[in-house]
């Protein structure tokens, strides 16, 4: 299996933090699968301002920080197998949808997201992905199906 570092995880995606939600690739079969993770720290921008006087609860990673880390993780896989088989995807990366997402825990400043994600299908320029996310051994969130697609033309403003 192929590992990614979070160099080689800059150079597929063209996110940069804050909003680079992907640390590091533990696992990558190119066109099928990958198992991706986040570090969710204190120092996070979702974490900034908060009240001391609030409950540990209140710390509980956004949800949809989890469903974007997710995204990205699948992005990874998608573009890594486009280039693995010699294609370019040219254009603005763009998070379609999330369906079928079932949240059943939380993540909180020290733990470690693990997403598995897996490639339903690609048509053109759009992939179909689907797969959870973990904290240890515990499954934090189901995702039946997300929608990634690829457009030219576009630029950051127009994706917003």
Sequence with gaps: MTTLEHADIRRILPHRHPVLLVDRVLEIEPGARIVATKTVTGSEPCYAGMDEDLPA????YPASLLVESFGQSGAVLWLYSAAAQGEQREGTLIFGSAREVTITGSAYPGDVLRHVVEIDRIIGDNAFMR???????????????????????????DAT
């Design 57 to 60: 609860s209140a710390y509980a």
């Design 131 to 157: 797969g959870e996310i973990w904290v240890g051994d515990r499954r934090i969130a189901t995702l039946g199906s997300v929608l990634a697609v690829v457009r030219d033309g576009l630029t950051a403003d």
